[in-house]
């Protein structure tokens, strides 16, 4: 039972919503406010460069939660405010038409905004430039893609290249521009992305590797014309920007509590300052095998952190213990994967199906499972995450071989670890 009178929750997102279910689920008295600055209720943001993207696609269909259930667990939800101040010493916090709300215990999940393109780089406030964060932003680039023949994308991350599929659904022509020496650097492995970069260029998307962008600029006749470093240019009736995201943090700094690419907080989801959480995407924790602070970018995270954080705000003391996997949609393919690649991997073996489906395994020199990719395998992708952080006591040939079922295996080593 929580000694708080009022626990406040800043961000409607996943990580918010999950925060006031964990609250609930610790007391059923406390009050819980939840508040944020996004105008429709919780919705799933996953679905924004999905089933959004599909022409008459309604955002109704994507909500997280019935409008009841807001009243049935009484939590008041208030949608449309900027919260523009946190006093830690009053513990309040003020929104953007100056009210001021008091709190016990604050939870931010404050999550992350687009990253934009340079000022730099000519006229990138033109209207048929687009970035995808927010419900908002996929209502206009849904409306958007019914008026378009001509498509760039500017970034080949999983954004990038699930609106690329959801455009090439719509048969509108698609051109995707990556700084990188290839696809997907930061969420797959190089067997994954290649087969992946393939499955684009088997459905008709042009991909200009290792190009950076020069400058952008927009025609009297209505298109965006983008430079690339190779001298060429592209010319598109619009334009999405997918290159990445920046921890919403700013709000927290203000306040006096520690920023580190992301507010940063104990397994707990404690930060520096007494009786004010984090949680999801906008924070920064310590992670088993990392040896420095990580932000995931996961809904799978976002959704567990901030239901062991909501109840840790009413009073319980539940570390965390993060689940680092993601998603991706594309075309009739699901990209899944669990661990993180950014650490340093020995070897990648790769076990591939008759059907086209694969599982990647990404190994350190210990032979310790550091994470697993795969492509419509998700049987395999779910039980062999099981065994992310574990030594692999098995042969490369078992692993690799289609004929010997993962899950058995998968079995036999959970038994010897436990
Ligand atoms: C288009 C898209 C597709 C995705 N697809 C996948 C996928 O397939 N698989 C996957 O695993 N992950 C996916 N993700 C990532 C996943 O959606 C995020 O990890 C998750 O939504 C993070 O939740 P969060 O609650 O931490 O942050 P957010 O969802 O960013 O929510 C934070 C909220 O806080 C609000 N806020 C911030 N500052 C203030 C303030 N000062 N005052 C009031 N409110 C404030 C913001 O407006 C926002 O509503 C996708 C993300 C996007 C954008």
């Known amino acids: 039972m929580s000694t708080s009178n009022h626990i406040v929750i800043i961000g409607t997102g996943i990580a ?21 600055e996004d105008c429709y209720p919780p919705y799933d943001r996953t679905h924004l460069s999905k089933q959004m993207l599909k022409p ?9 939660m019935e409008s009841e259930w807001f009243d049935q667990n009484d939590i008041q ?11 830690t010493a009053a513990q309040s916090i003020s929104t953007s038409v100056g009210e001021t709300i008091q709190y016990d215990a604050l939870v931010l999940a404050l999550g992350t905004r ?52 959801a455009a090439r659904a719509r048969g509108i022509t698609v051109d995707v521009i990556e700084a990188g020496s290839r696809i997907l650097q ?21 991909l200009h590797l290792g190009q950076s962008i020069e400058s952008v600029s927009e025609s009297a006749q209505g298109s965006v014309t983008l430079h690339m470093s190779d001298g060429t240019a592209l010319e598109a009736d619009l334009m999405v920007v997918g290159i990445g995201v920046i921890p919403n943090t700013d709000l927290a700094e203000s306040a006096g509590i520690a920023v580190d690419n992301g507010v940063v907080v104990d397994g707990f989801g404690r930060t520096n300052v007494l009786n004010v959480y984090a949680a999801g995407d906008g924070a920064s924790l310590p992670i088993q095998g990392q040896n420095c602070l990580t932000r995931l970018e996961t809904w799978r995270h976002a959704q567990d952190h901030g239901r062991c954080v909501g109840m840790n705000a ?3 003391q539940t570390e965390y213990k993060a689940h680092a996997s993601f998603w991706s949609d594309q075309y009739e393919n699901r990209i899944q994967g669990v661990g993180l690649i950014y650490d340093e991997i020995a070897s990648t ?11 990647s395994f990404l190994l350190d020199q210990d032979r310790v499972l550091k994470a697993v990719l795969g492509i419509d395998a998700a ?19 078992e692993l690799k071989d289609e004929h010997q079922p993962l899950v058995p295996i998968v079995k036999k080593l959970l038994k010897k670890v436990s």
């Open 16 to 36: 918010g919503l999950s925060a006031a279910q964990g609250v609930r689920e610790v007391d059923p008295e406390v009050r819980i406010t939840l508040i944020g």
């Open 56 to 64: 008459e696609a309604r955002l109704e269909a994507s909500s997280l």
């Open 77 to 87: 939800l208030i949608l449309n405010t900027r919260i523009e101040y946190i006093d």
């Open 114 to 165: 687009a990253r934009q393109l340079p000022a730099s780089l000519g006229q990138i406030e033109s209207t048929r430039i687009h970035t995808l964060r927010s419900a908002e932003d996929a209502l206009r680039l849904q409306g958007a893609l019914d008026d378009s023949k001509r498509l760039v994308i500017v970034g080949a991350g999983l954004i990038g290249l699930e609106v690329a599929a």
């Open 186 to 206: 930061r969420s797959c492995d190089p067997y994954t992305a290649d087969r992946i970069a393939s499955l684009h260029a088997e459905n008709g998307v042009k």
């Open 314 to 316: 009413a009073g319980q």
């Open 349 to 359: 073996l790769v076990r591939l199906y008759e059907s086209g489906a694969h599982v």
């Open 379 to 397: 049987k395999d992708v779910n039980a062999m995450g099981k065994l992310v952080g574990q030594v692999l006591s098995v042969s490369d040939h």
